[in-house]
């Protein structure tokens, strides 16, 4: 079906007209229209295009006010001010336009005319490495962003940059040479769990990295592996994929918790892009981009300085021939332009990082690999911070674990549901406990502008009340509830009816769905999504306190409500699936 027009985009193109009526020579002009309290909308655009004719706004606003017909669309507009107009709309306008949204599967939410290929880089665990609270947001954010935009047209491709290359292998490899069995899963047959191949892992690691510390002839033999690694060497190679696949176990299962889905071919590590590299390089240095300093392959810039006050450069090469981080990024940006022919790259990554990648994506500007027509965008986050403001640690004052956090928050979860829960069998408590759980702790990261820190603070975020997820996992489950002792009633729209001033507020934020998203979309800001889901979440429960829906007055009004629950719970349920977030029939 195609998109349906907002009220706000219709009202628009109503004032618009009247406006190149009345002043034929402006051309096009924009209204500025936006919401109001005064009215449903206010149209602003009036005072600097009277100020550019030399004419009296209040005249002009009065002169387009007459050439726009009333009675379908807007019920009443005014002059205001010095020529502002408010304008209502009327109450079957919002029922029929509601009709029409509900009629689609899609709510009315435009496809983005100017759709492409976004790669998104998110969600970036270290092999061998137990994932901590800092790999939270750039997996929350980076798998909201890619719902968010794919539901808008966009193709997108999924990348998880693990890092799974470097020094630190030639140690772990090694030590595995010489004691052969510490990967063996101590469980029998059958898959390794997460937990297990994660503790094998860090069993593994503590042991190469103490030997490593201790013992000079071991560390001599551990980086001679790195240069067997790098040179290809197949038993090395196939130790370090025994290292990768191991790993892997252990990641899904912590993506599995935080109810994500990361696919296989999807993980590109840095390791993916070593073939590259030595053609980047001499890319690089043959067009002049980057030069040799102290035999280092750098690329300098007039812009970033250090302490010093000298250049800042980025060392693409070191001078014993290695390969430093921007190499790799470097080469991941001709891979994903050249053979994703991506149009969008997007960085979900640590704002401290920013530097970074600002001399990466000038660097690959300057190489030609970026230019108009493609574009690289950090998506940086901030910092999660304990209830003390600081950095989040254990009491012991070491990193948290992720999978604590995530068990933490499940747990907790389920003893809010248990609680609550009237018929829910111990099963359904675990389940739904796993839902709000992990819900809450998505909700919490993503209602937070992502380039803000944020505290986390399990009490608030699992609470029924303010802006948190379960708040708006209750306002749907409550709706259900409705939806299932409405008997023989049934929702349907009645633009007949008159609306009460609940019922107007949130059929108008229900019509705003498609624009918030296509904002949403194009600022790369969840976070506007779940302030929206939030309002919306806050107008219904004004709206059930105000208007009886099953006891209305008559069986049209009961319909006509049910159907105002019906789309509210429809659109709650799809927005929060865009941020990753499942919404329970009952609670």
Same mark, same amino acid.
């Given at each position: 079906?195609?998109?349906?027009p907002?009220?706000?985009?219709s009202?628009?193109?109503? #004032?618009? +007209?009247?406006?190149?009526s009345?002043l034929?020579? $402006?051309? @096009? =002009? /924009?209204?500025l &229209?936006?919401?109001?309290d005064?009215a449903?909308?206010?149209?602003?655009?009036i005072l600097?295009?009277?100020?550019k004719?030399?004419?009296?706004?209040r005249?002009l606003?009065t002169?387009?006010v007459e050439g726009?017909p009333?009675?379908?669309l807007i019920?009443e507009?005014e002059v205001?001010?010095?020529?502002?107009?408010?304008?209502? #709309?009327s +109450?079957e306008?919002?029922?029929?336009?509601?009709? $029409?949204? @509900? =009629? /689609?599967?899609? &709510?009315?939410v435009?496809?983005?005319?100017?759709?492409?290929?976004t790669?998104?880089?998110?969600?970036?665990p270290?092999v061998?490495k137990?994932?901590?609270?800092?790999?939270?947001?750039s997996?929350?954010?980076?798998?909201?962003m890619?719902?968010?935009?794919?539901f808008?047209?966009?193709?997108v491709?999924?990348?998880h940059?693990i890092?799974d290359w470097?020094?630190?292998?030639g140690?772990?490899?090694q030590y595995?040479?010489?004691?052969?069995?510490?990967?063996?899963?101590?469980?029998?047959?059958?898959?390794?769990?997460?937990e297990?191949?994660?503790s094998?892992?860090?069993?593994?690691?503590?042991a190469?990295?103490?030997l490593?510390?201790?013992?000079?002839?071991?560390?001599?033999?551990?980086r001679a592996?790195?240069?067997d690694?790098?040179?290809g060497?197949?038993?090395?190679?196939a130790?370090?994929?025994r290292f990768?696949?191991?790993?892997?176990?252990?990641?899904?299962?912590?993506?599995?918790?935080?109810d994500?889905?990361?696919q296989?071919?999807?993980v590109?590590?840095?390791?993916?892009?070593?073939?590259?590299?030595?053609?980047?390089?001499?890319?690089?240095?043959?067009?002049?981009?980057?030069?040799?300093?102290?035999?280092?392959?750098?690329?300098f810039?007039?812009?970033?300085?250090?302490?010093?006050?000298?250049?800042?450069?980025l060392?693409v090469q070191?001078?014993d021939?290695?390969?430093?981080y921007?190499?790799t990024?470097l080469s991941?940006?001709?891979?994903?332009?050249?053979?994703?022919?991506?149009?969008t790259?997007?960085?979900?990554?640590?704002a401290?990082q920013?530097?970074?990648?600002?001399m990466?994506?000038?660097?690959?500007?300057?190489?030609?690999w970026?230019?108009e027509?493609?574009?690289a965008?950090?998506?940086?986050?901030?910092?999660v911070?304990g209830?003390d403001?600081?950095p989040f640690?254990?009491?012991?004052?070491?990193?948290?674990?992720?999978?604590?956090?995530?068990?933490?928050?499940?747990?907790?979860?389920a003893s809010?549901v248990r609680?609550?829960a009237?018929?829910?069998?111990?099963?359904?408590i675990?389940?739904?406990?796993?839902q709000?759980?992990?819900?809450?702790?998505?909700?919490?990261?993503l209602?937070t502008?992502?380039s803000?820190?944020?505290?986390?603070d399990?009490?608030?975020?699992?609470?029924?009340?303010?802006?948190?997820?379960v708040?708006?996992?209750?306002?749907?489950?409550?709706?259900?509830?409705?939806?299932?002792?409405?008997?023989e009633?049934r929702?349907?729209a009645?633009p007949?009816?008159?609306l009460a001033a609940?019922?107007r507020?949130l059929?108008?934020h229900?019509?705003?769905?498609?624009?918030?998203v296509?904002?949403a979309a194009?600022?790369?800001?969840?976070?506007?999504?779940?302030?929206y889901l939030y309002?919306?979440?806050?107008l219904?429960?004004?709206?059930?306190?105000e208007?009886?829906v099953?006891?209305?007055d008559?069986?049209?009004?009961?319909e006509?409500?049910?159907?105002?629950c019906?789309?509210?719970?429809?659109?709650?349920?799809?927005g929060?699936?865009?941020l990753?977030?499942?919404?329970p029939?009952?609670l």
């Amino acid at each position: 079906m195609a998109s349906v027009p907002s009220l706000a985009s219709s009202v628009e193109q109503r #004032v618009s +007209d009247a406006l190149a009526s009345a002043l034929p020579e $402006a051309g @096009a =002009a /924009d209204p500025l &229209l936006r919401r109001s309290d005064r009215a449903d909308f206010q149209a602003n655009g009036i005072l600097a295009l009277a100020k550019k004719a030399k004419a009296n706004p209040r005249e002009l606003a009065t002169t387009v006010v007459e050439g726009i017909p009333t009675g379908d669309l807007i019920k009443e507009i005014e002059v205001s001010g010095p020529g502002f107009l408010n304008i209502t #709309v009327s +109450d079957e306008a919002i029922v029929r336009t509601l009709a $029409a949204r @509900a =009629a /689609d599967d899609r &709510l009315g939410v435009p496809l983005s005319p100017s759709a492409g290929t976004t790669v998104i880089d998110y969600a970036q665990p270290n092999v061998a490495k137990e994932m901590h609270v800092g790999h939270l947001r750039s997996a929350v954010i980076g798998a909201a962003m890619v719902e968010i935009l794919e539901f808008t047209g966009e193709k997108v491709v999924r990348r998880h940059h693990i890092g799974d290359w470097g020094t630190q292998f030639g140690m772990l490899i090694q030590y595995l040479l010489e004691h052969p069995h510490e990967l063996d899963h101590k469980g029998g047959e059958g898959e390794a769990s997460g937990e297990e191949a994660m503790s094998n892992l860090n069993r593994l690691y503590k042991a190469s990295r103490a030997l490593f510390d201790s013992d000079e002839e071991f560390k001599t033999r551990a980086r001679a592996r790195v240069v067997d690694l790098q040179a290809g060497d197949e038993e090395t190679l196939a130790l370090w994929q025994r290292f990768v696949d191991e790993s892997k176990i252990y990641f899904y299962s912590v993506f599995n918790k935080l109810d994500m889905d990361i696919q296989d071919p999807d993980v590109v590590g840095e390791s993916g892009y070593n073939d590259m590299l030595a053609e980047t390089c001499k890319l690089l240095e043959e067009s002049g981009v980057a030069v040799r300093s102290n035999g280092a392959l750098c690329v300098f810039f007039d812009e970033y300085k250090g302490p010093d006050g000298n250049p800042t450069p980025l060392i693409v090469q070191k001078s014993d021939g290695g390969f430093g981080y921007a190499a790799t990024d470097l080469s991941a940006i001709r891979d994903r332009v050249g053979n994703l022919k991506a149009d969008t790259l997007i960085y979900v990554v640590d704002a401290r990082q920013g530097l970074h990648f600002k001399m990466v994506f000038e660097t690959a500007r300057r190489a030609g690999w970026l230019n108009e027509d493609v574009k690289a965008v950090q998506l940086a986050f901030g910092t999660v911070l304990g209830a003390d403001g600081k950095p989040f640690k254990t009491r012991e004052g070491e990193t948290v674990r992720l999978v604590d956090l995530l068990d933490e928050a499940v747990e907790r979860a389920a003893s809010v549901v248990r609680e609550k829960a009237q018929d829910l069998t111990e099963e359904e408590i675990a389940e739904r406990g796993a839902q709000v759980g992990i819900g809450a702790v998505k909700y919490a990261d993503l209602s937070t502008s992502a380039s803000r820190d944020y505290k986390f603070d399990l009490d608030q975020m699992v609470s029924l009340t303010g802006d948190t997820s379960v708040y708006l996992q209750y306002a749907y489950a409550r709706i259900q509830s409705i939806l299932r002792k409405a008997g023989e009633a049934r929702p349907a729209a009645h633009p007949e009816l008159e609306l009460a001033a609940s019922e107007r507020a949130l059929g108008l934020h229900l019509d705003g769905f498609g624009e918030l998203v296509a904002e949403a979309a194009a600022e790369y800001a969840p976070h506007k999504l779940a302030a929206y889901l939030y309002q919306l979440a806050s107008l219904y429960t004004t709206f059930y306190a105000e208007c009886p829906v099953l006891k209305a007055d008559t069986p049209e009004q009961v319909e006509n409500r049910l159907f105002l629950c019906e789309l509210t719970a429809r659109t709650l349920s799809k927005g929060m699936s865009l941020l990753g977030i499942r919404t329970p029939e009952k609670l």
